[in-house]
């Protein structure tokens, strides 16, 4: 069996029953599916078990409800939990924005919890819309020469049908493509799509894993990606602001542009990562 990484504090996904190994991948079984995985992204699980705990989280050596469990059970009590946490943290900043929106639109009485859900559910519903809106490829309202793609520039580019924020690396002219080649550093939110209260942190990859940070961490790589200039489609005009947002100016600037047409993809790159061009002869 293994476990799949995911991002941030909860850094795996699963157990899964392996299927197959060949050569660096493996086939495992995610419910009716068979998924393949590079080796490199899993854990095996040596001796699996789910110990006993208290309510304060601490290991019950004494109980012994559970020796004779077998493994298909004990595994499928861990799938159940870590389904569980997963869909917890992917909820929890939807709560936290449904409660908001409940406190400032009434006081608190005894049907609040209920209030909560219903926003939450609504909140839910429209972030798979705007998700979908993220992953699509839009026509760019702007064209950018290459000369004014400095290095350090943020943008919104479109890689692999994805809208994201990046920074700009370099651009460059390589032989045997007419078309210059832009190399962009990846940016990403956990908050909920379509605010402008998101804040931005570069995505690295550090021990194997993408984390979000701030600034690079030591010994880390950086997601990268190389696209052209005419995937870009909004150049800002001003760095990110000390909290790590979109300026005001440039948000203001990109909604009149685009409206509601152009949405940023929250996290996840693993469909683009490390990701160069392909040659364009003309």
């Not at 077998?70 to 929890?92: N, P, Y």
């Not at 570069?202 to 990606?225: D, F, N, T």
Request: hydrophobic content about 35%; aromatic content about 8%; glycine content about 4%.
């Amino acid at each position: 069996m293994v476990g799949i990484p995911r991002k941030f504090e909860i850094p795996y996904k699963g157990p899964f029953r392996i299927i197959k190994l060949f050569g660096n991948n493996v086939i495992v079984a995610d419910g009716d599916k068979e998924v393949t995985y590079n080796i490199t992204k899993t854990i095996k699980l040596r001796n699996f078990t789910i110990p006993q705990r208290d309510l304060y989280g601490r290991i019950v050596r004494n109980v012994d409800d559970h020796l004779d469990e077998s493994i298909e059970d004990t595994f499928a009590r861990a799938k159940v939990l870590t389904d569980k946490l997963l869909q917890l943290k992917r909820e929890g900043q939807l709560y936290k924005l449904a409660k908001q929106k409940v406190r400032e639109s009434a006081p608190f009485d005894d049907n609040q919890e209920e209030k909560v859900d219903s926003v939450a559910k609504t909140l839910r519903e429209h972030e798979k819309a705007l998700k979908k809106i993220a992953t699509t490829k839009i026509q760019p309202k702007l064209t950018f020469l290459p000369s004014t793609l400095q290095p350090g520039n943020f943008a919104i580019a479109n890689v692999l049908n994805q809208n994201r924020l990046v920074q700009i690396l370099e651009v460059r002219l390589v032989q045997g493509d007419s078309i210059p080649w832009v190399k962009v550093h990846i940016f990403s939110s956990i908050d909920p799509l379509g605010s402008p209260e998101r804040q931005f942190k570069g995505l690295y990859l550090e021990k194997g894993r993408e984390v979000l940070r701030q600034v690079q961490p030591p010994g880390s790589r950086i997601w990268w990606a190389e696209i052209y200039p005419s995937d870009i489609l909004f150049k800002c005009s001003y760095p990110l602001t000390h909290d790590r947002k979109i300026d005001p100016r440039d948000w203001s600037s990109l909604t009149t542009i685009y409206g509601k047409s152009l949405q940023i993809l929250s996290t996840s790159t693993s469909t683009f990562s490390y990701k160069r061009r392909k040659i364009h002869r003309q």
